[in-house]
């Protein structure tokens, strides 16, 4: 049988590979990459020789289909993400939907676990994290309302992806969604100003610059305020 590999690279740090990662990498017959350029720079700090294709959640049709038939023909394919594991919010869901539905007989799927920003975020939260809700990236515009209310109803911490320069909207909108599904009494001097809805947002993970931001959404959105955020960032909220 064909082998498709869904492999872990890192998010940040590039040490933070598997050595079965690379071996993997070395051994396929191709690897199938979000961005060509991105994963070159880990080839290349690795000295893998192996060639990459393109694919990525745009990928037509026909470029599905032609990947379905190396895996046809025994070829052994790694598909890769830009930065963690592929699947979660990144490329390879289509893939890997079509190759159970038309190969499943023909080819075996592999996880090499890895790296994830999700996980390594929700290890240093601090939150009880034996359940959580994951929710991506908030919508940009449509069902954005209603993604923001799914967070803050939820009972368990909640996780999502923000992009650097949607962060202080994303925050600012839902401390102000709170504030209406919670309003704070009257007599607010002893309570405290603004929700109480705490926030871990993590930015630049594994990398030089690794900042952990803590403290209710108004502290983090003041803490943000003062940096130059560059990076997808990991928030996780949790309702006191």
Known sequence: MAILYVVATPIGHLEDVTSRALEILRGVDLILCEDTRRTQKLLNHFDIRTKTLSYHQHSKLKKIKYILELLKKGKNLALVSDAGTPGISDPGNKLIEEVVKLLSDRVRIVPVPGASALTAAASISGFPMDKFLFLGFPPAKRKRKKYFEEVIKSKYPVIFY???????????????????????????????????????????????????YRGTIEEVIEKIKKDKIKGELVVILKNK
Request: net charge positive.
């Open 162 to 212: 923000e992009s650097p320069h949607r962060i202080l909207k994303t925050l600012n909108e839902l401390n102000q969604m709170f504030q209406v599904f919670h309003p704070a009494p009257e007599q607010s001097s002893v309570q405290g100003k603004g929700s109480k809805f705490q926030a871990v947002v993590c930015r630049e993970l594994t990398k030089k610059f690794e900042t952990v």
